[in-house]
């Protein structure tokens, strides 16, 4: 996404609100699913229209309007890959991004404004929005998110940094039922930008009514339900109810109720075969013509076990839309040749990572001999050196893209060349005598020692469902060797990555592409340039210090890399887009001289696979996380032909 003020959001929402007005008496006129008949025929269900709220929310098909009924066939790899949930039927937050990305639109919010100061925020919700129990949705429920997790040191295990502005964390003010304000002490520029970036929209994933009997506050006998869970206390039977541990946790709950279009009725994990998500009653939202969304009744995910089983299924013509794990340009000509077989097509996607991959070495290892080294700039830029981008190019990505570190893309006004460009030639000497200089010493083998003796080795933790990344490593490895460094490749299935890396401080290094290069959405994801998040797995105790800085395993950064935090809190206190704007490129110049990591090269754009059958899924889109591809683009409006 490009550079977009914050202005420009807000027009961009107003444009778009004015096609949102859904009179009293189309909603009374509102379609009712057949999928729900005969529960509403029996009592069990009340009628549409009084499932709706008061003024749902219009969504203008892309192409055609459609009829409710049928599956959406997914699949899922491996147990990590459930985070990718919230690309499908997860993304719901008050505010969303546009289906191009070019703004900011209502969503479970009717309406929202701001103060000129970016200080205050203010928020109204739907008359008569339910959860998918039935139960209101009201600001109630807000309040309780901020009083049980946000601001609970009982239950909270930090991070929502956005959430706070100067040197505080943000004061929730509820007026009303429908309304409440979010009232910062300092400019908090990015505020709603960051309610709508993927998987931060947990003010609107806490039913009060169904919560609250596991909060010691609000039950005196959760401890008892705790111990009868087989859980020490209270704090561990809502941290797990209340799923915001980890994205697995969220999605493995079916009991809890959501404002989701599909809620499980088979979760992830209670059975080996397939997970089930059956249309919610209760969803806010209709078509043009009246017909309640969403139009699919039921979304069935395959588990499969790793990439090739979903290659094999996608070439089978039994999932209808995919992008992630299998869409890579060695696969293409494999998909391209089984489109008739399979019935399927393809749809291009705009590559918004700042890196196709980017190798970490963990600047926090709990060795003090390999974080020392590991912290040695001079030693990062030697490994970079001994990297030939261009064969890792060739041989993975056929030929498509450039050698180029972690960055913003060229032609965005934020592009920074020596950020881009700078140790990406393929030069061993050199790589070799800077080494010389660092770690002289090798053994009988070549590879070089560190200075306590022992052989340099350095192990990359990797995801096994990234396959682009094993095909690039395949190659890396021994160019590292080729200058005395035992580089090592172990790949693990994404749950036990996600234990070593993301929680974790014992591994040496990893490599991923978590972070954006252009515009805003390196504004709101800096991963790569300042350490802020748990995406930064170069150096995830700092990251911690900026969030959590009490926090027992946080590590407080070196002076040069606490100022680059210092300067980014300024940028997202920032409101005024000019100084935004001065302030980003500061914090990219400063990046581009701290060099916590190296990559490979800008990607190129990608592409997905949808069966020839679906309707109204976009034909060009943004492949980001953020922009939780394909979650802005309105799943609930797809439909079969």
């Known amino acids: 996404m490009g550079s977009i003020s914050r202005r420009a959001f807000i027009a961009a929402t107003s444009a778009f609100a004015g096609t949102l007005a859904f009179t009293g008496l189309a909603r009374a006129q509102a379609t009712e699913s057949a999928f729900l008949k005969a529960d509403v025929d029996a009592g ?3 009628g549409v229209a009084e499932r709706l709220p008061a003024n749902p929310l219009v969504v203008t098909p ?8 049928g599956d959406w066939k997914h699949a899922l790899v491996g147990g990590g890959s459930l985070s990718m949930l919230v690309r499908y039927q997860g993304y719901e937050p008050l505010v969303r991004f546009s289906p191009d990305w070019s703004g900011l639109v209502e969503n479970v919010a009717e309406s929202w404004s701001v103060n000129p100061e970016a200080t205050e925020y203010s928020f109204t919700l739907r008359k008569g929005h339910k959860w998918s129990d039935g139960a209101p949705f009201t600001t109630a429920d807000i309040q309780f998110w901020y009083d049980a997790y946000f601001t609970d040191k009982e239950t909270s295990h930090g991070g929502n940094a956005w959430w706070s502005a100067g040197g505080e964390p943000a004061r929730l003010e509820v007026v009303d039922e429908q309304t409440f304000k979010v009232i910062f002490k300092a400019p908090n520029g990015f505020f709603v930008q960051q309610l709508a970036w993927a998987q931060q929209d947990q003010m609107v994933r806490t039913p ?6 596991f ?64 249309r919610n009653p209760y969803y806010f939202k209709v078509d043009t013509e009246g017909t309640q969304l969403p139009y699919f009744d039921r979304v069935v995910y395959q588990m499969v076990a790793d990439p090739e089983v979903l290659l094999l299924k996608t070439l089978q013509g039994e999932v209808d839309i995919m992008d992630q794990y299998i869409c890579t340009p060695a696969n293409k000509p494999v998909l ?18 700042a890196n196709v991959m980017a190798f970490q ?45 972690a960055s913003m893309r060229e032609g965005d006004p934020l592009y920074n060349e020596q950020l881009a460009k700078q140790f990406t ?90 972070g954006a290069n252009s515009g805003i959405a390196a504004m709101l994801d800096p991963s790569f340039y300042v350490p802020i998040n748990n995406n930064c797995f170069y150096a995830q105790g700092w ?7 009490a926090d027992p395993a946080a590590i407080e950064p070196p002076p040069a890399v606490k100022a680059q935090q210092d300067l980014y809190r300024t940028l997202v206190g920032t409101a005024d887009p000019a100084k935004q704007q001065e302030l980003m490129a500061r914090v990219l110049q400063n990046a581009a001289d701290l060099f916590f990591t190296f990559g490979v090269s800008l990607p190129a754009d990608g592409y997905g696979v949808v069966k020839n059958d679906v309707v109204n899924l976009m034909k060009e889109m943004p492949n980001s996380f953020g922009w939780p591809t394909p979650g802005p683009a309105r799943p609930e409006q797809f439909f079969k032909a």
């Open 425 to 514: 030639e393929y030069d061993p000497d050199r790589a070799n005598a800077m080494l010389d200089g660092l770690v002289p010493n090798r053994d009988g083998e070549g590879y070089r020692l560190d200075k306590d003796g022992r052989r340099l080795t350095i192990i990359f933790e990797i995801d096994q469902t990234r396959t682009t990344f094993l095909d690039m490593f395949e190659l890396a490895i021994p160019m590292f060797q080729a200058v005395g460094i035992d580089a090592q490749m172990r790949t693990m299935d994404r749950s036990l990555w996600e234990e070593r890396v993301r929680r974790g401080r014992e591994y040496d290094a990893t490599a991923h592409q978590f």
């Open 62 to 69: 892309l192409e055609r309007v459609g009829q409710q009924g």
């Open 208 to 213: 009060r009514h169904y919560l609250e009997k």
């Open 44 to 46: 069990k269900l009340p």
């Open 336 to 353: 391209f040749d089984g489109q008739a077989t399979g019935g399927y097509g393809f749809y291009t996607l705009k590559e918004t990572a």
């Open 215 to 278: 909060h010691i506050r609000y039950n005196p006998d959760a401890d008892k339900l705790a111990k009868e869970a087989g859980l020490e206390s209270w704090i561990a039977l809502f941290q797990r109810e209340i799923g915001m541990l980890d994205d697995n946790a969220f999605f493995q709950n079916p009991n809890r109720p959501t404002l989701n279009a599909w809620m499980f009725s088979i979760a992830p994990g209670q059975a080996t075969e397939q997970a089930l998500a059956v």
């Open 361 to 405: 070495l963990n600047l926090n290892h709990v060795d003090p001999t390999r974080r020392e080294l590991f912290n040695t700039i001079e030693f990062r830029q030697a490994l970079s050196l001994s990297v030939d981008r261009q064969a890792l190019i060739d041989a993975v990505f056929v030929g498509q893209g450039s050698p180029a570190q």
């Open 543 to 549: 990251a911690l210090y900026y969030t959590k800085p």
